[in-house]
């Protein structure tokens, strides 16, 4: 992206993790999508909320709704110490420029039940408005890596679309299919979801949640399968909080994170801590470093006042 130049420690920072040793990285659970800590504490509820660079992971459409000019690098971990789940996301969605376009790099060690293994997406999303203007469709072509325990790596592509429909000045609506069709990966299957985000013009605060879609009409399935959170930024501060709750199955964890943005050098530092409810020993901690093209495009938009 032009004029996007991280800092000499934020570079350092890519380099350390890029190159350590994946002997010494921990798994994630599955359920964690390690694509930035902002999404990551409110639950994970992402799939209608274009302000903020998750939405090219979740869903498409958001890419012509955005208005982010911004790079983004996430490590994600049981222990800080021992990253073995990353994120690479870059943003150019400016109607100020008329460009749009989103690149997506996720590498997420996973451990599921007894069995361990790593994947490698790269995600281009692309987006077309109808003529109405307000229900964008996208569509993301995945290139995708997997390797189970010590076999050897497998490759394939995928693609997941979505819709983005702006209600209201403050409210959005997303739905978005993931893996929808595409190579027989093991560790892929097909999801959808349907989420809403509302973000108050006149108090400091932003509300997202979606639901599991996929069985629409069972309500013993939607109650097992959503993610919800909120955002609160107080006028003036240089602080956002964040918290949330996501229910998969018979799991269920909170996500709590706090995000600070440095108006003199257009960077957002964000951190968020997640644990499940059940046992509270399966942990999480995601760190994110983004510079934006100037503070009106930070991450999290309108969420900061």
């Not at 800590?37 to 994970?44: D, L, V």
């Not at 498409?60 to 000019?69: N, Q, R």
């Not at 995928?158 to 027989?184: C, E, V």
């Not at 956002?240 to 996501?246: D, Q, R, T, V």
Request: include cysteine.
């Amino acid at each position: 992206m032009k004029g996007i130049q991280p800092t000499p420690v934020a570079w350092a920072l890519i380099i350390i993790f890029l190159a350590a040793d994946a002997a010494f990285a921990l798994p994630l659970c599955d359920r964690f999508p390690p694509v930035n800590a902002s999404i990551a504490g409110t639950g994970f509820a992402g799939v209608a909320l274009p302000d903020d660079p998750a939405i090219i992971y979740w869903n498409p459409a958001g890419l012509a709704v955005a208005d982010l000019m911004s790079a983004s690098f996430t490590v994600a971990a049981p222990r800080l110490e021992s990253p073995g789940s990353w994120a690479f996301l870059v943003v150019n969605s400016s109607s100020v420029q008329n460009t749009r376009f989103g690149l997506a790099m996720v590498r997420h060690s996973v451990e599921l039940d007894t069995l361990s293994y790593r994947t490698f997406q790269i995600i281009t999303p692309l987006t077309y408005g109808f003529k109405s203007g307000a229900v964008p469709f996208g569509v993301s072509l995945k290139f995708i890596s997997e390797r189970f325990e010590d076999g050897s790596w497998h490759s394939g592509m995928s693609f997941d679309t979505g819709l983005l429909w702006t209600a209201t000045s403050d409210l959005t609506l997303g739905y978005s299919t993931r893996n929808l069709t595409g190579s027989n990966l093991l560790g892929f299957s097909s999801e959808s979801w349907f989420g809403g985000a509302w973000r108050g013009a006149q108090i400091p605060v932003t509300l997202s949640g979606q639901i599991r879609a996929d069985r629409p009409f069972d309500p013993d399935w939607l109650s097992r399968h959503f993610n919800y959170g909120l955002r609160v930024s107080p006028p003036g501060s240089i602080y956002m909080l964040s918290g949330g709750y996501a229910r998969s199955e018979d799991d269920s964890w909170l996500t709590a994170g706090v995000s600070s943005r440095n108006i003199n050098n257009n960077t957002v530092i964000e951190y968020t801590f997640s644990v499940n409810t059940t046992g509270w020993d399966d942990q999480a901690h995601f760190l994110t470093y983004s510079y934006s093209m100037s503070p009106a495009m930070f991450p999290g938009g309108k969420g900061w006042r």
